[in-house]
C-alpha cells in the first residue's frame, strides 16, 4: 500500500498540470482567453502559482500523515527506501512540483489532456527510478565498514547496527584483506553452517571479516534537500521553457 503512494505526487500534480493549456489547446479556446486585456503569460503565471501551491500543500499535508503512520514501522527498517524516504519529509512536495511542470510541459507539446497526462506519467516514473535507484545512493561518498565476527553471537550478522540504513553491497572479506563475493561467498557461508553449530565461530578461527558499503540513516535530511532541490529545480527549468514557447506568436 505504501508502495501505491508514490504516484500520489503525480495524481496530484500531473493531473492538475496536464489539463492547463491542454485543454485549451484542445478546445481552441485559448484563442479568447489569451486575446483578452490579461497577456498570456500573465494568465500562465496566476494558474501555475494557485494550482502548483496548491499542489504542494496538499502533497506537504499527505507526507505528514504518512510520517505520523509509519512511526511504528520505522522500529522494522526501511527509513532511506522508497516506502519511507519517497514518502516523507520535502520530498513529496518536490515530486509534486515536478508533476505538475511536467503535466503543463506535455500539454503544450501534446496539445491534448488525456495523452499529456499519459506521456507526463511514463517520464515522471522514468525519472523517479532512475534518481532511486542509481542516483540517490551515490549523492554522497557511502560509508564502508569492515568488522570482525564475534564467535558466539548465534548467527551471521548482515547489513549495519541501524536497520534503517542504506546497504548498498556487503560480503566477506579473508584474512589477507581479499573481498568474497558471489558464489565464493556463498561457499564460505555453508561451510560455516556445516554441522549446525555457531557459524560466527568458524568465521573467526579463519580470519573472515564482514564488510558493508551503506549511507547512514543519519545522512536522511541532507538526501531530503538534495532531491529535493533537483526535482524543484527540474519544475523551474520546465515552466521557463513553457513561458518560453508561449512568447512565440505562431504558438
Given at each position: 500500500m505504501l508502495i501505491l503512494l508514490n504516484f500520489a505526487p503525480f495524481a496530484i500534480g500531473?493531473?492538475?498540470?496536464?489539463?492547463?493549456?491542454?485543454?485549451?489547446?484542445?478546445?481552441?479556446?485559448?484563442?479568447?482567453?489569451?486575446?483578452?486585456?490579461?497577456?498570456?503569460?500573465?494568465?500562465?503565471?496566476v494558474k501555475v502559482v494557485a494550482l502548483g501551491t496548491a499542489g504542494v500543500l496538499l502533497a506537504g499535508g499527505l507526507a505528514a500523515v504518512i510520517a505520523?503512520?509509519?512511526?511504528?514501522?520505522?522500529?522494522?527498517?526501511?527509513?532511506?527506501?522508497?516506502?519511507?524516504?519517497?514518502?516523507?519529509?520535502?520530498?513529496?512536495?518536490?515530486?509534486?512540483?515536478?508533476?505538475?511542470?511536467?503535466?503543463?510541459?506535455?500539454?503544450?507539446?501534446?496539445?491534448?489532456?488525456?495523452?499529456?497526462?499519459?506521456?507526463?506519467?511514463?517520464?515522471?516514473?522514468?525519472?523517479?527510478?532512475?534518481?532511486?535507484?542509481?542516483i540517490r545512493p551515490h549523492f554522497v561518498a557511502p560509508v564502508t565498514r569492515v568488522e570482525a565476527y564475534v564467535p558466539g553471537s548465534g548467527d551471521i550478522p548482515e547489513g549495519t547496527s541501524n536497520v534503517r540504513d542504506m546497504v548498498l553491497d556487503q560480503g566477506f572479506v579473508d584474512a589477507g584483506g581479499r573481498r568474497i563475493t558471489g558464489l565464493g561467498a556463498v561457499i564460505l557461508e555453508g561451510r560455516a553452517r556445516e554441522g549446525g553449530g555457531d557459524p560466527t565461530v568458524y568465521l573467526h578461527d579463519h580470519g573472515i571479516r564482514h564488510w558493508v558499503v551503506y549511507q547512514p540513516m543519519e545522512r536522511y535530511w541532507t538526501f531530503q534537500l538534495i532531491e529535493s532541490a533537483t526535482f524543484a529545480g527540474l519544475a523551474v527549468l520546465l515552466l521557463a521553457l513553457v513561458f518560453l514557447r508561449l512568447r512565440r506568436p505562431a504558438f
Open positions: 500531473g493531473f492538475l498540470g496536464a489539463p492547463l493549456l491542454a485543454r485549451e489547446l484542445e478546445a481552441g479556446t485559448w484563442q479568447l482567453a489569451w486575446t483578452q486585456a490579461v497577456p498570456r503569460r500573465r494568465w500562465l503565471a505520523w503512520y509509519r512511526r511504528p514501522l520505522d522500529l522494522l527498517g526501511g527509513g532511506l527506501d522508497i516506502t519511507a524516504f519517497d514518502l516523507t519529509g520535502t520530498a513529496p512536495m518536490a515530486y509534486t512540483l515536478f508533476a505538475f511542470a511536467l503535466g503543463v510541459a506535455a500539454g503544450v507539446v501534446l496539445r491534448r489532456s488525456l495523452p499529456a497526462a499519459a506521456g507526463a506519467l511514463v517520464v515522471f516514473v522514468a525519472v523517479r527510478v532512475t534518481v532511486a535507484g542509481w
